[in-house]
């Protein structure tokens, strides 16, 4: 590896605040692959996207990430104004032994969303060998992530593998019971995982504004509450798959506003007044989704079972964790609005794995196979 332009793929699209990282998450979970590459005398060129420019829009450059990069890193992180052509290309070959590189924002360039060769070869003749590291943008057929792999022998990085090794674990050889807990807004965009799921759980608990489309499907009032009504069928669907297997909600938390200081209601899941709305699972949901959890062998969980960003509207999600976080199963959780739940109610660091993926990790739990890990097998 010594000498050699490894070129790697990471997920650096993090929440930005004033110019500056907001969390970076994702940035600690790119650093060992990075590190270890450093350490072994690779020359390590980075690349990823931020956001979705329309234009080269300074406020998603790369630059102030690499700042943060470094500091996790443990070294120095230089920065090319471009990922193609002349400052790539000059920045890529002043790289000595040792050092990292990270170019700017590939999406400044609409030919990686279109996945065009050009494009894609342009970025592999910056490196010998390339190591696809960005689970979390591995549902995309980007140049950046897919295209490469056509033109330098390819390989999966540490994160790659870990979020592999955690989903495999949990899916393909579970420990029974299996349990999976969803939650979310719309069943629509979750129909795939959830009869994915059906095949391989033992108990589906469902939660958050998704419930509500499972009770209006059977006929029950629910209120102002946010409900897909171009999923009642498919949420009737699942119902019947599902058998046993299904547990909704008995009571929940409603208010009239999906703000902080309503005043709130416990209502049955089946009498939800009109101009209420339900915001939460109630005490007795919590006491029937923990009972169910408990003794859990395998644990995956996607979607709080609450609006959780409201303190109001939080306790069920925060318990729902606990009980996972108690089970002594193997637990995954996976969604960007999980993980933002679980930092801010105080639950990090106690689950088995917390995937680095949102519409990846979607995708895998899916039972889709992923574009950029499909090319890292043909390689």
């Known amino acids: ?7 790697v793929r990471e997920d650096l699209n993090v929440p930005m605040s004033k110019g500056a990282v907001a969390d970076d998450a994702r940035v600690r979970a790119a650093a060992p692959t ?12 980075v690349m990823s996207h ?21 500091r996790r890193v443990g070294r120095e992180v230089q920065f090319a104004d471009d990922c193609v052509g002349e400052p790539a290309t000059s920045a890529a070959d002043r ?33 010998d060998v390339y190591v696809n590291d ?20 390819a390989y999966a990085g540490e994160l790659m593998e870990t979020e592999l090794k955690a989903l495999r674990q949990a899916l393909d050889n579970p420990r029974r019971p299996m349990v999976a807990v969803v939650g979310g807004a719309k069943v629509s965009t979750k129909v795939g995982v959830l009869r994915n ?11 958050g504004a998704m419930a509500n489309t499972f009770f209006k499907a059977r006929g029950w009032p629910t209120g102002s509450g946010l409900v897909e009504d171009i999923a009642l069928e498919e949420a009737n669907e699942v119902t019947a798959e599902a058998g046993e297997k299904l547990v909704l909600p008995v009571d929940l938390v409603c208010a ?38 408990r003794g859990a062998g395998t644990v995956i969980w996607n979607g709080p079972v609450g609006v959780a960003e409201i303190k109001d509207f939080s306790d069920g999600t925060r318990e729902v964790g606990e009980a996972i976080a108690r089970s ?32 990846a990790t979607l995708e895998y739990l899916e039972g889709k196979e992923l574009p950029g890990i499909a090319i890292l097998k043909e390689a």
């Open 197 to 207: 799921l059906l095949r391989k759980v033992d108990s589906l608990l469902i939660g």
């Open 1 to 7: 590896m010594a000498g050699k332009r490894v070129l």
């Open 50 to 70: 931020l956001g979705r420019p329309q234009d080269r829009e300074p406020d998603l450059s790369l630059k102030p990430i690499a700042a943060d990069l470094a």
């Open 95 to 127: 790289l000595q032994s040792g050092q990292v590189l990270l170019l700017e924002n590939v999406r400044y360039h609409k030919e990686d969303e279109a996945n065009d060769a050009g494009f894609a070869r342009r970025l592999a003749s910056l490196g």
């Open 134 to 153: 960005a689970f979390a943008a591995s549902h995309r057929a980007h140049a950046s992530v897919v295209g490469v792999a056509a033109y330098l022998p």
């Open 34 to 45: 990075l590190q270890h590459l450093a350490q072994r005398g690779a020359r390590v060129i």
């Open 256 to 293: 009239r506003k999906m703000e902080s200081g309503e005043a709130l209601r416990l209502l049955d899941a089946d009498k939800v007044e009109p101009g209420w709305m339900a915001l939460d699972i109630g005490p007795r949901s919590v006491t029937l989704f923990t009972e169910k959890l």
């Open 328 to 359: 002594g199963a193997y637990t995954l959780v996976g969604g960007g609005d999980t993980v933002a739940a679980i930092e801010s109610l105080g639950l990090n660091g106690r689950f088995s794995h917390v995937s680095t993926g949102g519409g």
